[in-house]
Structure formats: structure tokens, C-alpha cells
């Protein structure tokens, strides 16, 4: 049975449900933090304490609001308030699966540029001992992979570092994620121990390659070790094959990385990852190969969505081995997830078992992803919001009348 919950399920939630129009320091890095600081008078010499104590409140304790920053001036938090918030994004919906997996839509502020203001969804993942929070860069997407839902929705525009950490600390109130705080009424499934997001996997709504700066950006403050603190070996960016930034990520984030690769020749992949046809797959592997860190213990993920009778033979589970051939490598099998007039079937069971075999044996891990969140289009290839593309002409400033 699916799930629709309340908005303000929780009372972390309630205390911040009526945004305001101040601007947010949810999401701001420390050097957007000590700018703030500055605008409302913080002389320079207090500015980096000043920014410490922010940091902790905010990505530590997940506070809603300044009254709760105890070891903050009276005064200066009585200037924080009339100056800012603690608003997070605008919980539309919350939905949460028969097997735990949770999807929330999420309203962003609207900027001068949106024709209204943008969704995204974002999903959690709980497991035995883990839970995943996959988070989108994008609203929409240009790629327009043809088994993925998402690519049928045209890019809106890319998302901000802000908007994008912004996803986990809503994700961080809505499941008790934070020190003290109570999980859920229905926390069903929730992983034991003090940490319910363990992993990170940037594999939501859009390309996060062609967001660069700001995915990075919001990657550094999610694993600020005095902060939200996620190793970047528990965060994996997955990309279709943006080939000329891939190098640069591993050099300037580091983080695990993962291939959306599901065919094994140019023709196929060109069909079903359009991005092929500029970067075709003998590109891509050879950026894999000198991926920064590269090794037996950071592997790189490569993504196979299992399509009946597209690419799912022995035949080419043989050329998937041979295509990844001295890459330190995982491959990641996924039964298709459908969504409505989807053009594709989901392979047999028994096929997808054939496939594995054949990789497994030929020495690389394989695991076969359960799919999770299907009744409530949270599974991988699913997520779409209902954002639309504001037309250039629509962006400009109107003109000043009179």
C-alpha cells in the first residue's frame, strides 16, 4: 500500500511550514554564511566564529530556528530573524511506499527567472543498516534517455549549490536524522543506529555533470567533516557521459563515481543515452580509465538498466565484459522501472539472472538492484516533476512603466 502523508507529519516539520520571504541560510556555504554575516553589520574579527557557530546550528543540530542558537547573542540573533530565515524547501508531498522508500516533492523558492516556482522530487532508500538519499542537480533534464522518465521532462534550470544540500536537510527532518530528534510517526523500515542517511548518490532529476559548480559546491558542504560530515566515499555522482568534466570531478571533488552505460555499442547506446552521439563509449571508457583515484577499493559503478530483448543477451553481457576490461569495475544491473507509455519491458527474471552469472564469472561484483519505490514512481528512471520551461522571452525583467 502506498502512503500519502501530511506535510506536518512531524513537529521539526510544523516549525517551519509557512516560509517566508526572507532569504534562507539553509544550504549556504561558509563563505555565503560570513557574506550574510557581514550585511548585517558582523565585524570582521568575530566573522569566522560567528560563522563556526552557524555552521554547527544549522548543519549539526538542524535547527528551525535562530532562538534556539544558544551560544549566539541574544542581539545578533534578534538581527538573524529580522533579517533571515530557516526556511527549507516547501514539503508538496510526501509519499512513502510499501517497502519504506519515501519520495517528497519539494517546492523551491521562485527566482526572478522562473515562471513559477520550480519542483523536484528527492527519494530515500532505507535498507538494513543504511539508508540513501538519491538528490537531484536539475529541474528536468536535457538528455532525453528513452527508458528514463525524467528525460521526458525539458530542463527547467539547473539547480543552486543551496537548493541542492537544501534536499538532504529536508530528508534529515523528515526521517529524525538529526541529534535528539524523533523519528517519524510510521518510521517503518528505518535503519538502526544514530545515522539514517548513510550514502549519497547524486541520481535524481538531471545531469549533475552539466551543473557542475554548483553540484560541487554542494557536495563540499555535505562532506564538511564539522558539518553534515559524509565521507565522499559514501557519495556517488552518476552521470550518462559528460566525458570532458568527468576527470575534472574526480580531481576537484573526488567523490565515488558511477556511469549510466545500459548498451555496449554506439548504435544501441546512441538510441537509448543520446548524449552517445557526442561522446560515443569508446570516450567515455577511456576517461574511465584515468578516473582521479582509480582502484580495486573506489571502483566505478556502471549502470545497466536490463531492457527485454533490447540488450539484455548473453551476447552482450559477454561485451560488457570486454568493453570494462582493466577498469576497476562494479556493474550494477537494474530491472527496468516503468512509468506510463514507457516504450520498453522490463527483462525476465531468469534473463537478468543468465546475465548476471556471465559478469559475475568473469570476475566482476553484480549486484542485481531490488527495485524499490515502484508503486509510488520513486525507482530509478521514474522521477518527474511537473515544472515547466519558462521561454526566453518570458525571463526578461519587464520594463519599468512610465
Known amino acids: 500500500m502506498t502512503v500519502v502523508l501530511d506535510q506536518n507529519a512531524t513537529p521539526r516539520t510544523a516549525a517551519r511550514s509557512a516560509p517566508t520571504a526572507k532569504p534562507t541560510l539553509v544550504g549556504l556555504t561558509r563563505a555565503d554564511l560570513s557574506q550574510c554575516l557581514k550585511e548585517i553589520g558582523v565585524a570582521d574579527k568575530a566573522l569566522r566564529m560567528r560563522v563556526n557557530q552557524l555552521w554547527r546550528w544549522i548543519y549539526v543540530s538542524g535547527v528551525t530556528s535562530f532562538s534556539s542558537m544558544s551560544n549566539v547573542s541574544k542581539d545578533l540573533r534578534t538581527e538573524l530573524e529580522d533579517t533571515y530565515s530557516l526556511d527549507r524547501p516547501e514539503i508538496v508531498s510526501e509519499q512513502v511506499s510499501e517497502d ?11 527566482s526572478a527567472t522562473d515562471a513559477k516556482a520550480p519542483e523536484v522530487e528527492t527519494v530515500y532508500i532505507p535498507e538494513a543498516g543504511r539508508g540513501t538519499l538519491c538528490i537531484s542537480s536539475q529541474v528536468g533534464c536535457t ?5 528514463c522518465h525524467t528525460g521526458t521532462q525539458r530542463l527547467v534550470r539547473n539547480l543552486t549549490a543551496q537548493e541542492i544540500a537544501a534536499q538532504i536537510i529536508v530528508a534529515k527532518d523528515r526521517i529524525g536524522d538529526w541529534p535528539d530528534s524523533a523519528a517519524p510517526g510510521d518510521g517503518r523500515l528505518l535503519p538502526d543506529g544514530d545515522r539514517k542517511i548513510t550514502n549519497i548518490v547524486l541520481m535524481g532529476m538531471g545531469e549533475p555533470l552539466y551543473n557542475f559548480d554548483n553540484v560541487r559546491e554542494a557536495m563540499d558542504i555535505t562532506s564538511d567533516n564539522e558539518g553534515l560530515s559524509l565521507s565522499k566515499r559514501r557519495i556517488t555522482l552518476s552521470t550518462s557521459g559528460v566525458v570532458p568534466e568527468i576527470a575534472r570531478w574526480g580531481a576537484e571533488s573526488g567523490t565515488m563515481l558511477a556511469i549510466s552505460m545500459h548498451a555496449t ?5 546512441n538510441e537509448l543515452v543520446p548524449i552517445n552521439k557526442k561522446y560515443p563509449i569508446e570516450k567515455l571508457l577511456d576517461a574511465c580509465r584515468v578516473y582521479p583515484g582509480l582502484s580495486n577499493a573506489k571502483r566505478i559503478t556502471f549502470e545497466y538498466v536490463m531492457l527485454k530483448g533490447v540488450n539484455d543477451s548473453i551476447a552482450e553481457a559477454k561485451a560488457l565484459v ?3 576490461a582493466g577498469i576497476p569495475a562494479k556493474i550494477n544491473l537494474i530491472p527496468f522501472n516503468p512509468w506510463p507509455n514507457s516504450p520498453y519491458e522490463c527483462s525476465d527474471w531468469e534473463q537478468i539472472e ?9 570476475g566482476y561484483a553484480s549486484p542485481v538492484r531490488t527495485p524499490r519505490g515502484r508503486d509510488i514512481f520513486a525507482a530509478c528512471g521514474q522521477l518527474k516533476s511537473e515544472s515547466v520551461r ?3 522571452s518570458e525571463r526578461q525583467a519587464p520594463k519599468a512603466s512610465g
Open 143 to 147: 538528455l532525453t534517455c528513452t527508458f
Open 265 to 269: 555499442n554506439n548504435d544501441l547506446r
Open 390 to 392: 519558462l521561454k526566453a
Open 322 to 324: 570486454r568493453l570494462l
Open 354 to 362: 543468465r546475465f548476471a552469472d556471465v559478469v559475475n564469472r568473469a
Open 100 to 110: 519504506g522508500t519515501r519520495k517528497w516533492l519539494l517546492r523551491l523558492a521562485k
